[in-house]
C-alpha cells in the first residue's frame, strides 16, 4: 500500500478508532481492572487510599507519510508493555506494604500465621495468573473485558471463599479456644472438689482423734473419780467410825461432865435453899397451902442481878416477905464452873411454901 492510499485510509477512519486511542483506552482499563483488584486482595486490611496520578502523553504528530501500519501497532504494544510494567512494579510495591502490614497483624495473631500467610501466597498467585490472564487477554481485544469481568468475578468468589475459611477457622479456634477453658474450668473444679473433700477427711479424721482422745480423757476422768469416790468412801467410812468414837467419847464425856454438873448444880441448889430458909421469915398470916415462885437471876460472882415474881401465893405479906428474903442475901453460893453456871444459876425459879423450899 502506498504512503497517499494509507493517508486516505488515516484520513477516512474515526478519532476514537485510531491505534492511539485504542491503546489509551486499554491502558486505562488496565489501570482501573488492577486499582479494582487491589481493594478486594485487602479483605482483612484497607490502607489509605493511594493516589495515583497518570498523565496522558500524547504522541507528538507526525508527518503521515511517515506513520505505517506496522509501526502504530509496535508503538502501542511498546507503550502496553512500559504501562503493564508501571503497574506490575506499582502492584508489587502495594503488595509489600500489604505484605508488612499483614505481617504486623499475623504478628498479633500467632495462631493465624500460617492460614494467612498461605491465603497472602494463593492470592498473589491468583493475582500473577489473572495478570497473564489479563496480558494474554489484552491482545485479543475484544475478548479482554468479557474475560477480565470473568477472572474478577472468579476472584471475588475466591476471596470470599478465603474470608469465609478464615472466619471458620477463627470460629473454629474460637471453639477450640472454649472448650480448653472449659476444660481447665472442669479441672480447677474437680481439682477445688478433691481439695475439699480432702479437707473434710481430714477433719474428719482430726474430729474423731479429738473425739477419741476426749472419750479418753473422759473414762480416764471417770476412773480418777471413781477411784477418788472410793478413797472418799472410805476416808468418809474411816472418818464415820472416827467421828463416832469420837461422838461417843464425847457423848461419854458429856454424860460424865453432865452428871459432875448435876452433882454440883444439886449441890450449890441445897446451899442456896439453906441460905434462903435462914434469911426467910415467912408473915404469921402464912399457911402451908400458900406457895410463891420467884425467879433469880444472878452474876458468875454470885451477886444478885434481878428477881421476879413469877406466880404469887395471893398474900401481898407473904410474896414481899419472899422478895426480902432473896434480895437480903449480899452473896449466892455458886459454883465456880462456869458452864455449870451458865445451866443452872445465871437464871432458875424457886417456890416458897412454908413448909419447903424447892
Same mark, same amino acid.
Given at each position: 500500500?502506498?504512503?497517499?492510499?494509507?493517508?486516505?485510509?488515516?484520513?477516512?477512519?474515526?478519532?476514537?478508532?485510531?491505534?492511539?486511542?485504542?491503546?489509551?483506552?486499554?491502558?486505562?482499563?488496565?489501570?482501573?481492572?488492577?486499582?479494582?483488584?487491589?481493594?478486594?486482595?485487602?479483605?482483612?486490611?484497607?490502607?489509605?487510599?493511594?493516589?495515583?496520578?497518570?498523565?496522558?502523553?500524547?504522541?507528538?504528530?507526525?508527518?503521515?507519510?511517515?506513520?505505517?501500519?506496522?509501526?502504530?501497532?509496535?508503538?502501542?504494544?511498546?507503550?502496553?508493555?512500559?504501562?503493564?510494567?508501571?503497574?506490575?512494579?506499582?502492584?508489587?510495591?502495594?503488595?509489600?506494604?500489604?505484605?508488612?502490614?499483614?505481617?504486623?497483624?499475623?504478628?498479633?495473631?500467632?495462631?493465624?500465621?500460617?492460614?494467612?500467610?498461605?491465603?497472602?501466597?494463593?492470592?498473589?498467585?491468583?493475582?500473577? &495468573? *489473572?495478570?497473564? %490472564?489479563?496480558?494474554? #487477554? $489484552? !491482545?485479543? =481485544?475484544?475478548?479482554? +473485558?468479557? @474475560?477480565?469481568?470473568? /477472572?474478577?468475578?472468579?476472584?471475588?468468589?475466591?476471596?470470599? &471463599? *478465603?474470608?469465609? %475459611?478464615?472466619?471458620? #477457622? $477463627? !470460629?473454629? =479456634?474460637?471453639?477450640? +479456644?472454649? @472448650?480448653?477453658?472449659? /476444660?481447665?474450668?472442669?479441672?480447677?473444679?474437680?481439682?477445688?472438689? *478433691?481439695?475439699?473433700?480432702?479437707?473434710? #477427711?481430714?477433719?474428719?479424721?482430726?474430729?474423731? +482423734?479429738?473425739?477419741?482422745?476426749?472419750?479418753?480423757?473422759?473414762?480416764?476422768?471417770?476412773?480418777?473419780?471413781?477411784?477418788?469416790?472410793?478413797?472418799?468412801?472410805?476416808?468418809?467410812?474411816?472418818?464415820?467410825?472416827?467421828?463416832?468414837?469420837?461422838?461417843?467419847?464425847?457423848?461419854?464425856?458429856?454424860?460424865?461432865?453432865?452428871?459432875?454438873?448435876?452433882?454440883?448444880?444439886?449441890?450449890?441448889?441445897?446451899?442456896?435453899?439453906?441460905?434462903?430458909?435462914?434469911?426467910?421469915?415467912?408473915?404469921?398470916?402464912?399457911?402451908?397451902?400458900?406457895?410463891?415462885?420467884?425467879?433469880?437471876?444472878?452474876?458468875?460472882?454470885?451477886?444478885?442481878?434481878?428477881?421476879?415474881?413469877?406466880?404469887?401465893?395471893?398474900?401481898?405479906?407473904?410474896?414481899?416477905?419472899?422478895?426480902?428474903?432473896?434480895?437480903?442475901?449480899?452473896?449466892?453460893?455458886?459454883?465456880?464452873?462456869?458452864?455449870?453456871?451458865?445451866?443452872?444459876?445465871?437464871?432458875?425459879?424457886?417456890?416458897?411454901?412454908?413448909?419447903?423450899?424447892?
Amino acid at each position: 500500500m502506498s504512503g497517499r492510499e494509507r493517508e486516505q485510509n488515516n484520513a477516512g477512519t474515526p478519532a476514537w478508532k485510531s491505534p492511539v486511542a485504542v491503546s489509551v483506552g486499554l491502558h486505562l482499563l488496565i489501570l482501573v481492572i488492577a486499582i479494582s483488584g487491589w481493594s478486594w486482595s485487602s479483605s482483612n486490611y484497607e490502607p489509605p487510599p493511594r493516589s495515583i496520578s497518570a498523565r496522558l502523553i500524547s504522541p507528538e504528530p507526525r508527518p503521515a507519510a511517515a506513520v505505517t501500519e506496522v509501526d502504530q501497532p509496535d508503538e502501542a504494544e511498546r507503550r502496553l508493555v512500559e504501562d503493564r510494567k508501571l503497574l506490575e512494579q506499582q502492584r508489587q510495591a502495594e503488595q509489600e506494604r500489604e505484605a508488612e502490614q499483614q505481617r504486623k497483624v499475623e504478628e498479633q495473631k500467632k495462631k493465624q500465621e500460617a492460614d494467612a500467610r498461605v491465603q497472602q501466597q494463593a492470592e498473589q498467585k491468583r493475582e500473577e &495468573q *489473572a495478570q497473564e %490472564k489479563a496480558r494474554v #487477554q $489484552a !491482545e485479543k =481485544q475484544k475478548q479482554a +473485558q468479557v @474475560a477480565e469481568a470473568a /477472572k474478577l468475578k472468579a476472584d471475588a468468589e475466591a476471596k470470599e &471463599q *478465603a474470608r469465609q %475459611k478464615a472466619e471458620q #477457622q $477463627a !470460629e473454629r =479456634q474460637e471453639a477450640e +479456644q472454649k @472448650a480448653e477453658e472449659q /476444660k481447665q474450668l472442669e479441672e480447677q473444679r474437680k481439682k477445688a472438689e *478433691a481439695e475439699r473433700q480432702k479437707r473434710e #477427711q481430714q477433719a474428719q479424721e482430726k474430729a474423731e +482423734q479429738e473425739r477419741l482422745e476426749a472419750e479418753r480423757k473422759r473414762q480416764e476422768a471417770e476412773r480418777r473419780l471413781r477411784e477418788q469416790n472410793l478413797k472418799a468412801l472410805a476416808q468418809q467410812a474411816t472418818d464415820a467410825e472416827a467421828d463416832q468414837a469420837r461422838q461417843s467419847q464425847q457423848a461419854a464425856a458429856a454424860r460424865a461432865r453432865e452428871a459432875q454438873m448435876l452433882t454440883d448444880a444439886e449441890k450449890y441448889q441445897a446451899l442456896i435453899r439453906e441460905s434462903l430458909s435462914r434469911a426467910w421469915y415467912p408473915p404469921s398470916s402464912a399457911t402451908e397451902q400458900m406457895t410463891a415462885r420467884l425467879q433469880i437471876s444472878l452474876l458468875p460472882t454470885g451477886e444478885l442481878v434481878n428477881v421476879t415474881l413469877v406466880r404469887g401465893s395471893g398474900n401481898t405479906a407473904f410474896d414481899n416477905s419472899t422478895l426480902s428474903a432473896v434480895r437480903s442475901l449480899n452473896r449466892y453460893p455458886v459454883p465456880n464452873d462456869r458452864d455449870t453456871f451458865d445451866s443452872y444459876f445465871r437464871q432458875f425459879t424457886i417456890e416458897f411454901n412454908p413448909s419447903r423450899l424447892r
